[in-house]
């Protein structure tokens, strides 16, 4: 009985090997669970790229925390991610924080707003402060399994003070060689970045708008020949905008 419950718990965490973005760290500084963060009460992917849920998620976990959190421009930002809100969905969960099979790249948008608690997420302009996919064989969700979920970014020293949501992503691409198969897994951080930086891009994207089902990013089968997930031997190139850059401020 032992040996089929064990089984049982390992097929489990093999099919339901999703995550969720929980947690922030500021310069090394943890903000604590779900602080600051629109945090959804499901691990589940969301799939269609023309749903209002690509831009901040929905079914949010209540209470919704009422944080503001402070980042420094120019900070070092950590992104803790989970199977489950809390981390492992049981002991000895191979599936925390996400199962090794599901390779992908992360990334990272803000939207500027009046106030980040209370913005609504339709119609916002996002531009992109962070993204890595596929580098030297390692991808970005490799490097988040070896940090036991944390992924960081520096925020860039040139973004214009005020409040923005920050909306996180991981797709994981390992069914992506079919239409409709990349996984998006995606949180909206609510914060205020300080400093005398003055950039305000003006090459944005929108969500649900931007993504489309046959971008190379999405639609791409990673493996080789081999099974090998480095790219098909091509490399990797993320969807969306370039990452915004300094020298243009």
């Known amino acids: 009985m032992r040996f089929s ?141 070896t940090n036991a979920g944390w992924w960081y970014f520096t925020m860039p020293v040139c973004i214009k003070p005020g409040q923005y949501l920050m909306r996180v992503e991981l797709i994981a691409l390992h069914k992506a060689k079919n239409p409709g198969g990349a996984e998006f897994y995606l949180s909206c951080a609510q914060v205020e970045v300080t400093g005398k930086g003055t950039l305000a891009p003006t090459i944005t994207a929108s969500f649900p708008g931007t993504y489309t089902a046959t971008d190379p990013g999405i639609l791409v089968d990673i493996y080789d020949g081999n099974g090998t997930p480095n790219g098909g031997g091509y490399g990797y190139t993320s969807p969306g905008p370039s990452v915004v850059s300094c020298d243009d401020s």
């Not at 922030?24 to 969301?46: E, K």
């Not at 969905?89 to 939207?111: C, H, R, S, W």
């Open 5 to 145: 419950i064990s089984l049982a718990l390992t097929m489990v965490t093999a099919i339901n090997a999703q995550t969720i973005f929980q947690k922030l760290s500021i310069n090394g500084v943890d903000q604590g669970s779900l602080t600051g963060i629109r945090v959804p009460g499901s691990n589940t992917s969301i799939t269609d790229l023309t749903s209002n849920a690509l831009a901040c998620n929905t079914g949010y976990h209540q209470p919704v925390s009422s944080k503001v959190v402070q980042v420094p421009a120019g900070s070092i930002v950590g992104t803790k991610w989970g199977h489950v809100i809390g981390g492992a969905m049981f002991t000895g969960d191979t599936g925390n924080p996400i199962a090794e099979n599901e390779k992908g790249p992360l990334q990272v948008y803000l939207a500027s707003v009046t106030n980040a608690v209370t913005a609504g997420t339709s119609g916002l302009k996002w531009f992109k402060v962070a993204s890595v996919g596929l580098s030297n064989g390692m991808w970005a969700v490799d490097t988040m399994i």
